[in-house]
């Protein structure tokens, strides 16, 4: 028998070292947030982020970093997407390895909620402040109550340092200044763990008599008033008073030591200020659009027409985060993320400049292993085909014009 116990014993302890020896090898890195997995056509039809930058790609704990760029709420926004009357601007972490010292739209401090409206155009800033040492893949994103989170690119930021160097100070009106990080720590601790003594202690007073067999067999007998005395009685009384003593007395103290306190503020913000978009001065006419399944690339036939005044050329197109490039036109050098961006991802038939007055039509592929890498490809599993996304045509000059095109994307399988 010992001999069999033994044994389990040895043999649990392999088994333990087993599974932490497994567990300590496997240290997946994750390197895509989320956005992979949801349905490739939302991504397409939702919000387009574009002229993103990022201000530092690594930073010491306490320094900020600057989020800035321009997002797109696009015209056929989704049906099973609640329209973003009430959206949020966030950043995507996981928890807060950054602190978001201040986030805007349209120059407007945007801490609550703001409303805003289909097919408009808005500028955005985030500043973020380092706290826990790391590499980090910072997104921006979208909250729309109701439609969950659109999810923008995500961009990889280290951070130097140590956490116990955080500090997140701040002014109130009242004066002083005091450290967000640890501030009323201590107040917190001590009320909770002062109640949370009193309950043991209640408990305490009663379980040091026999707690339960004897009790019970007394109420049975019909004795159960023999169980509380006349001490006990005193005791209850004493607790009942002390405790409503305490919360008076507590709250006239918290209110004499924090005089002037508000409640929380929230509402939702309207008027968020949209860029005044000037209408470009290039029409662009999908004829059809196609991927090849399986395949990295999507193919396209435009109809171009330049009713400017200057010749251009097509230099970007931009779906779901993915920047597909004519390397020949345009470059990118805001540092954007390396796995979303195709630096020579765009062929486009016959891009020599398109000519004020002329109309062209032109095959464009966009392909890259993102198309794949970013799951772009399994619109081929969702239940709207349709496409989504923006062309950038420059001028000799550099100026830039942004036309948005959506059309449906047909499967091409032989
Ligand atoms: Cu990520």
């Known amino acids: ?18 599974t932490f020896a497994a567990t300590s090898f496997y240290a997946p890195n994750a390197s895509a947030h989320g956005e992979k997995s949801q349905a490739a056509f939302m991504r397409m039809r939702t919000i387009h982020w574009y002229d ?45 390895v950054f602190i978001r010292k201040e986030s805007y739209i349209g120059g407007q401090l945007v801490p609550r909620s703001v409303r805003l409206e289909i097919g408009k155009t808005y500028e955005f800033r985030v500043v973020l402040k380092a706290r826990r040492p790391g590499d980090w893949h910072v997104h921006t994103m979208m909250n729309v109550e109701g439609g969950g989170p659109i999810i923008g690119p995500g961009k990889w930021i280290t951070i130097e340092g140590s956490m116990s160097e955080f500090k997140n100070p701040v002014t109130t009106l009242t004066g002083q200044t005091v450290d967000l990080e640890t501030y009323n720590e201590g107040n917190t601790y001590f009320w909770h763990v002062f109640w949370y003594a009193i309950g043991i202690a209640w408990i305490v007073y009663w379980v040091r008599r026999p707690a339960f067999l004897p009790r019970y067999l007394m109420v049975e007998a019909g004795r159960a008033d023999e169980l509380v005395s006349g001490g006990d009685k005193k005791v209850a009384m004493g607790f009942a008073a002390a405790t409503i003593l305490i919360v008076i007395f507590a709250m006239s103290s918290a209110n004499s030591k924090y005089p002037i306190t508000i409640p929380l503020q929230a509402g939702t913000m309207r008027g968020i200020q949209p860029i005044e978009m000037a209408p470009p001065t290039i029409a662009v006419k999908v004829e059809d659009a196609s991927y090849r399944v399986p395949g990295r690339a999507m193919r396209m036939k435009l109809t171009v027409t330049n009713s400017g005044d200057k010749p251009v050329r097509l230099g970007e197109f931009y779906t779901a985060s993915v920047r597909f490039l004519d390397s020949d036109v345009y470059k990118d050098t805001s ?11 765009l ?25 794949e890498v970013y799951r772009l490809s399994d619109i081929i599993y969702d239940p709207d085909s349709r496409f989504a996304g923006l062309l950038y045509f420059f001028d000799d000059a550099g100026s830039r014009q942004i036309v948005q095109i959506d059309a449906p994307l047909i499967p091409s399988f032989m």
């Open 1 to 18: 028998m010992k001999l069999l116990k033994d044994r389990i014993a040895k043999w649990s302890m392999v088994g333990l070292l087993a």
């Open 347 to 371: 062929e486009v038939s016959d891009n020599s400049p398109l000519q004020p007055g002329e109309t062209r039509t032109i095959d464009v592929t966009a392909s890259d292993a993102a198309w």
């Open 52 to 96: 993103l930058n990022w201000s530092k790609e690594k930073v010491k704990v306490n320094d900020t970093v600057e989020i800035t760029g321009k997002f797109h709420v696009f015209e056929g926004w989704p049906e099973t997407v609640a329209e973003p009357d009430t959206a949020f601007l966030n950043i995507g972490i996981p928890g807060p």
């Open 335 to 345: 540092g954007y993320p390396e796995d979303l961006m195709a630096d020579d991802g």
